[in-house]
């Protein structure tokens, strides 16, 4: 399973994002929740979050989740597994 996610960043930068299972782990750790539980109550910060842990697994960013978040104008899902 993957989730796949594209970010605006502040700067007018779109990236598309692919959150697999390591970062579905990461969030059910950090937040105490099924990833099941986004199909009905997504919030931003969860999103965010699946985003910022696939691009801190990878190294595209060194960042804290907050530094990194203060970057993000926007965040939405994908529409296809970016290569």
């Keep these: 399973m993957k989730i796949n996610l594209r970010i605006e960043l502040e700067n007018g930068e779109t990236k598309d994002i692919v959150a697999n299972a390591a970062d579905m782990v ?5 937040f105490e929740l099924s990833i099941a539980s986004l199909e009905q109550t997504a919030k931003l910060t969860h999103l965010l ?7 801190h697994r ?26």
């Design 26 to 30: 990461a969030f059910e750790r950090e």
């Design 49 to 55: 979050y699946l985003a910022w842990s696939s691009e």
């Design 58 to 83: 990878r190294k595209a960013t060194g960042k804290s989740f907050d530094e990194w978040v203060n970057e993000v104008a926007g965040i939405s899902y994908g529409d296809a597994d970016p290569k």
